[in-house]
């Protein structure tokens, strides 16, 4: 199974910029659907963003604009660009290599898949 370890996470202040990182090791990221998740203390993870193997990208409405998934070449680091950050950005953020988007009458969410590779998390804290 493939191991994911995230980094680039860090404290920035309100406008501020970050760039998230989840490499792969023991593998590659194979699967139809690669996400970015989020939990903050105290609330439900949430799914950011996701990254299918034809391109298409699905973003939660929440970073819609602001956050870019991407997926190098490679496909050993999926990467998360995080421009004009807000405090209540500020969550554990996990990578995860199985994933879905869920259209529930028209509402889409990133969705983790059962049995998914997730990694440690990487902490973003936006200050005000």
Do not use: H
Request: include cysteine.
């Amino acid at each position: 199974q493939v191991q994911l370890v995230e980094s680039g996470g860090g404290s920035v202040q309100s406008g501020g910029s970050l760039r998230l990182s989840c490499a792969a090791s023991g593998g590659t990221f194979s699967s139809y659907c690669m996400g970015w998740f989020r939990q903050a203390p105290g609330k439900e993870r949430e799914g950011v963003a996701a990254i299918e193997s034809n391109g298409r990208t699905t973003y939660a409405d929440s970073v819609k604009g602001r956050f870019t998934i991407s997926l190098d070449n490679a496909k050993t680091t999926l990467y998360l660009q995080m421009n004009s950050l807000k405090p209540e950005d500020t969550a554990m953020y996990y990578c995860a290599d199985d994933c879905w988007v869920r259209d529930l009458r028209g509402v889409i969410t990133v969705q983790p898949l059962v049995g998914a590779s997730w990694g440690q998390g990487t902490q973003v804290t936006v200050s005000s």
